[in-house]
């Protein structure tokens, strides 16, 4: 037996030895010193063996085992050496590759920052799914049955409610209004809150228009609030966001959902008011329309317009994002071009 082992320990040095990858030493290993291996046979049959022979076939034999263990592990270490892309000595005192750091989306960041705003002035935020239906798009909204922006050309209707309507009729959100209905209806008024969130139009894309873009509503539900405390609030926000006066005009707008409307156009941070692509060259760009809600919108809140009134705003998040940096395409926010992200961390 003392020879077996002999020959077993030569047969495996020599496999050892020969072996050019890792999958190989594994196999030899198997062969060798596995559960069913050529070495845990003979240790199966010590129990044959009277008592002194055992113990010396018993020594030899781990012996063997530790030595070909030895072998396979120092035949490891060569295979990787020989496999390793570093070349030469290694430097240990150099220093390292500083990790590359990541940072907000502007886009992000100008959310976090009205966030904040409109935290410290008692609103809550609130969000909804990007999914919505027909009834909180625009039933609810006061939008007639035979309004454009019902049509696929405007709106991203989901496939298979092409028949249906209402609250079956679901499509990708077109912007964020409907969530103030949902919010109304479970929390009622009076209130305060903010709802910012992605919004889908079927549109053509340009220097200021986007199929997917970033709003941020906002609605104050109160009784007898007044119109000028809402233009207040417009003036409050774009300074703490800006971190200066913004210059600003209030023009008369018509959305379904406000009686009466605005729209809110801030003078064009990018050409400084000259004029400009942005701004259609006209030296102003509109950031936010809004307006009272409209009794249709209160009463599908279930709300008594004669009793309850409000404000809102929609800021258009990513014209914001354009006016603080100066940028002159929107287009550029959602590229994923890294070489125009990597500026803003």
Not at 329 to 344: C, I, T
């Amino acid at each position: 037996m003392q020879e077996r082992l002999r020959i077993l320990k030569a047969s495996a040095e020599a496999a050892i030895s020969a072996a050019e990858n890792a999958e190989t030493l594994t196999e030899i290993r198997h062969q060798y010193l596995g559960k069913k291996g050529e070495l845990t046979l003979i240790l199966k049959e010590l129990g044959s063996l009277d008592p002194e022979e055992r113990k010396q076939i018993g020594k030899a034999a781990n012996e063997v085992k530790q030595a070909i263990t030895d072998i396979l592990a120092l035949r490891e270490e060569t295979l990787v050496g020989e496999g390793s892309c570093i070349q030469g000595a290694i430097d240990l005192t150099l220093p390292g590759l500083p990790p590359v750091s990541g940072g907000l989306h502007p886009v992000t960041q100008m959310c976090y920052d009205l966030n904040d705003a409109f935290l410290s002035l008692g609103f809550e935020v609130f969000s909804e799914d990007e999914i919505t239906s027909e009834k909180y798009g625009f039933d609810n909204l006061n939008f007639p049955p035979d309004h454009p922006a019902r049509d696929t050309m405007d709106t991203y209707w989901l496939a298979g409610c092409e028949e249906k309507a209402g609250a079956e009729r679901l499509c990708l959100r077109p912007h964020l209004t409907g969530a103030s209905v949902r919010y109304l209806k479970k929390h009622g008024a009076p209130a305060r809150f903010v709802y910012p969130g992605r919004v889908y139009r079927n549109e053509n894309t340009d220097a200021r228009h986007e199929r997917a873009f970033f709003q941020y509503e906002a609605l104050i539900v109160e009784k007898d609030f007044a119109f000028a405390s809402g233009q207040l609030l417009m003036r409050t926000i774009l300074e703490k966001v800006f971190g200066r006066a913004v210059d600003i005009r209030m023009r008369a707008g018509f959305f379904p959902f406000v009686e009466p409307g605005f729209e809110i156009d801030m003078k064009c941070l990018v050409c400084g008011g000259k004029g400009c692509k942005v701004c259609k060259h006209v030296g102003w760009i509109e950031v936010m329309p809004g307006g009272t809600p409209h009794p249709n919108v209160l009463r599908a809140a279930g709300l008594d317009p004669d009793v309850w009134s409000g404000f809102y705003i929609n800021i258009g998040l990513d014209r914001l994002v354009m006016m603080r940096y100066g940028v002159d395409d929107v287009r550029l926010f959602h590229s994923g071009d890294l070489r125009f992200l990597s500026q803003f961390r």
